[in-house]
């Protein structure tokens, strides 16, 4: 039996034991995107030669491009991490692996420049990083993690200028000679969640093969994020744009009114980008009660989670038509999971609630609208503001005002040779939304935060709504036949 007959076995028997382990649910959801996908997704990813045509920008970019315009100077789509580093760190070496980074993926060191009336992506640019270099080492030791906070918070709330590249910052703090803080911090115009996964795991490669004196073993890019953005615009048209658009016109067809939240403070004419987070953890015995919940009812965590806040929406402000906006990958091509670059999409997730429904019965819709806009879930969200003029209110963004992100895929790691890595918690004083609720899972645990715009709440009402949100769940947890309106919150 030859290897490679092997190597074939094995991977077949190891993908029947991956998809015996599937819930009903699952399974369900993934007969229908690969159905979708043999039907739809016939159009070939292919690279183009970069220097002899710029590439467009994609829908996602160009939609950013736009609210950069509408609101200059905003850090609110600044993609940061910050981590402690305790043990040695090689400078140069650092410096080195983030340039090896830089030159790799274009969309980094890219600039946005206007052609022929329409904005291209101009990759034909020399850029080089320069970390930013901050030494605290002389302040009273007491003071110096409060300074490096505040001066981290300082950078990861500096604006981009999207007319000028790179789109890669960093910054090494030193509180000594073997304890320092590194920030990396992006424009989300050339990344997203899962580019930081990416990123991560490619700094910690190129670092360590710095530091022993070899080249990264790292896999050619077929693509670049500019022949995505061809790709997108080439797909969406024809059969497939009359299909979604058909599909999201009825889902988001009537009356679509935005939610009022009840807020400290009176809504400025124009969206305000002040922010903050406030931090959370579920209790263990509640986290492990929304595992087993999900596992016994043949759901998803991220559809219990997503009805719990729709409840808690809806005792806020009386809602029964309740909209919220949830981030997806949409890597649903495997060339695009090594790509750094912005391809999350966002679905509009509308759950009716009226009828005051059990718990139960709340889920099973949460359940069906879920399901149905994974199946739709590659129409651009920013086709589908424009389709359906949903942007002329600038006080509020358009079809949805809440977001929720559920992160369960393991965050990779930022290892730096014999260093301790530590991630940092940080804000930058910035708010995408009038109100986000994100939930990580970890080692069978959730924890996240809620992150507000401060223009409309108060910190202490955020609170409120965190601890009423953990209430409501456990009460649902409890008593999933009691009706919404009958939740303790």
Same mark, same amino acid.
């Given at each position: ?164 590249? !790179?789109? *890669? ?6 509180? #000594?000679?073997? =304890?320092? @803080?590194? &920030?990396?911090? /992006? ?96 209790? !263990?015995? *509640? ?6 919940? #999900?596992?016994? =009812?043949? @759901?998803? &965590?991220?559809? /219990? ?185």
């Amino acid at each position: 039996m030859s290897t490679d007959y092997k190597s074939k076995h094995n991977f077949h028997r190891d993908l029947a034991n991956r998809l015996d382990k599937l819930s009903p649910v699952k399974r369900r959801l993934l007969k229908k995107q690969m159905k979708s996908r043999i039907q739809t997704n016939t159009a070939k990813l292919q690279a183009v030669d970069n220097s002899r045509t710029p590439a467009p920008l994609s829908y996602n970019q160009q939609r950013l491009w736009f609210l950069d315009r509408c609101l200059p100077d905003s850090a609110r789509y600044n993609v940061y991490r910050a981590w402690h580093i305790e043990g040695p760190l090689d400078l140069p070496s650092l410096d080195s692996a983030l340039q090896t980074i830089l030159d790799r993926h274009q969309i980094l060191k890219m600039c946005i420049r206007e052609s022929n009336d329409k904005l291209i992506q101009d990759t034909d640019v020399a850029a080089t990083v320069s970390t930013i270099l901050v030494d605290l080492e002389f302040a009273l030791q007491q003071n110096r993690e409060k300074l490096a906070i505040d001066r981290i918070t300082e950078e990861a709330g500096t604006p981009f200028d999207l007319s000028v590249g !790179p789109f *890669l910052r960093s910054m090494v703090i030193k509180l #000594s000679d073997n =304890h320092h @803080i590194l &920030l990396i911090v /992006l424009h989300h115009i050339a990344s997203d969640g899962w580019s930081c996964r990416v990123f991560q795991d490619e700094l910690s490669r190129c670092y360590e093969a710095v530091r022993c004196g070899r080249a990264p073993e790292l896999t050619d890019l077929a693509f670049q994020y500019g022949d995505y953005a061809r790709h997108q615009r080439a797909s969406y048209s024809g059969k497939r744009r009359v299909s979604l658009l058909r599909y999201w016109r009825k889902q988001l067809a009537g009356s679509l009114e935005p939610l009022d939240l009840p807020t400290d403070f009176p809504r400025p004419a124009i969206q305000s980008d002040r922010g903050d987070k406030l931090q959370f953890y579920l209790d !263990p015995g *509640l986290s492990k009660a929304a595992y087993e919940f #999900s596992r016994q =009812h043949g @759901i998803t &965590l991220f559809m /219990l989670l997503t009805a719990a806040l729709n409840v808690l929406l809806h005792r806020y402000t009386g809602a029964l038509d309740i909209s919220i906006g949830s981030p997806i990958a949409n890597r649903t091509r495997p060339e695009l999971e090594s790509l750094i670059g912005y391809i999350t999409n966002t679905n509009v997730l509308r759950t009716d609630l009226s009828g005051n429904p059990s718990f139960m019965e709340l889920v099973q819709r949460v359940k069906r609208v879920a399901l149905d806009a994974y199946l739709y879930q590659d129409m651009p969200f920013e086709e589908l503001v424009a389709e359906l003029r949903q942007d002329e209110d600038l006080s509020r963004t358009p079809l949805y005002q809440v977001a929720f992100i559920l992160q369960n895929t393991p965050e990779a790691r930022l290892q730096l040779h014999d260093a301790r890595v530590t991630p940092m918690k940080i804000s930058n004083g910035t708010s995408k939304f009038d109100l986000s609720l994100c939930i990580n899972t970890k080692n069978g645990y959730l924890s996240g935060f809620w992150e507000y715009c401060t223009d409309l709440f108060e910190r202490a009402t955020v609170d409120r709504l965190a601890t009423n949100y953990q209430t409501l769940l456990a009460a649902a947890l409890t008593d999933p036949d009691q009706t919404i309106a009958g939740l303790q919150i």
